[in-house]
């Protein structure tokens, strides 16, 4: 199968690979784009799924373990090249080899028994897709931006980044602004910034499991039933649908430059002032929930070998640009409400009084 090429942020992230399927964090419904689009991006990532990872460095003989261990990983010092081997079923192996990381077009190898069986965390198993998030927020850091556990929406002048735990209220509150109050669309759950600009992430569909959003009677249905039984949602009973069925293209916004940072929390309705180092404390506890890539697998083996990869300065890199992100917004807001419907509606209440 030749390439298909994908971008999950304009400019800034794409995928080259030769499977059509794949979905990770960064895009569970990314739409194919032309190599021009791909050679764009600052960060391009290649994956390449095949039947069984042949020997890739010439030499005659079955693909083996190299020198150096590292549990289910072997590697070879100063030597920009990994393997995963695991016994299988029926005698199959589960592979990954990893080359090139500290190049300009990392890539991925992986044979289909990994790709399709392994679909989620677990263990020392990671899915393809964690294992592309891991390593997109790697690179990401490497090159001066960070991947945002956020929503974010434009409203007039002002572009608000919205952070908020898991399950307050983010996603809903971005859907809303847009789709009942006409806002432009840049992010419901993950978008890159450079500290000073946000990196539209559209094709995440988190918003799928809101029934407040997604007035499909499967949708309502399975909204109802996974409250019943949570396990549901691991299982693919539904498409995601991409977030141009429900704000339209012209409203899409691939960046812009940070105005506002609002901090969504449960308590006493009201829109209050934050002092910037909280929010930034705030910011960096959010991220530190939603990525991994400091204890990614993969990455701290391949570190082991390949001490250059250097997983602490991107740790370091996390905490400068989110610094610069909430230093450099012209307001940093905490919105309360018991009310996760009201969000929407205070902040942009606030913004157009001033």
């Known amino acids: 199968m030749s390439d298909i090429f994908f971008v999950a942020s304009k400019h800034v992230l794409g995928v080259r690979t030769n499977s059509s399927n794949f979905k990770w964090s960064y895009g569970m419904n990314m739409p194919q784009v032309t190599q021009e689009d791909f050679e764009a991006c600052r960060i391009k990532i290649r994956l390449t799924v095949v039947d069984q990872i042949e020997s890739t460095d010439g030499s005659q003989g079955e693909w083996s373990d190299l020198p150096g261990k590292y549990h289910y990983f072997s590697g070879m010092p100063n030597c920009d090249i990994l393997r995963y081997r695991r016994n299988f079923l029926f005698g199959s192996e589960l592979q990954i080899e990893a080359r090139d990381l500290l190049t300009e077009e990392p890539h991925l190898l992986v044979n289909k028994h990994y790709f399709k069986y392994i679909t989620h965390r677990f263990m020392n198993l990671h899915s393809i897709g964690y294992i592309l998030t891991d390593l ?46 006409g806002a432009g669309f840049i992010a419901e759950d993950l978008a890159i910034t450079d500290g000073k600009t946000i990196y539209s992430v559209p094709w995440t569909s988190t918003f799928r499991y809101y029934s407040s959003v997604d007035q499909g009677r499967l949708n309502a249905f399975i909204n109802k039933a996974t409250k019943v039984f949570p396990p549901l949602e691991l299982l693919p009973l539904t498409k995601p649908k991409p977030i141009d069925d429900y704000v339209e293209s012209r409203r899409l916004i691939d960046s812009a430059p940070i105005t506002h940072v609002a901090i969504l929390e449960r308590g006493d309705e009201g829109v209050f002032h934050e002092k910037s180092d909280e929010a930034y404390r705030k910011a960096l506890n959010l991220n530190r929930y939603e990525f991994n890539y400091h204890r990614a697998p993969m990455l701290v083996a391949h570190e082991f070998f390949n001490p250059e990869l250097n997983l602490d300065e991107a740790c370091l890199a996390e ?36």
Do not use: W
């Not at 450099?328 to 969000?343: H, N």
């Open 136 to 181: 997109a927020s790697l690179l990401l850091l490497q090159r001066g931006f960070t991947p945002v556990h956020c929503s974010s929406f434009q409203s007039g002048n002002a572009t608000v980044v919205v952070l908020a735990p898991p399950n307050t209220g983010k996603t809903l509150s971005a859907m809303m602004s847009c789709m009942e109050h």
């Open 319 to 354: 905490r400068r640009i989110l610094r610069t992100m909430v230093d450099s917004a012209k307001e940093l807001l905490v919105v309360r409400t018991t009310d996760a419907t009201r969000y929407a509606g205070l902040m942009l209440d606030h913004l157009g009084k001033n």
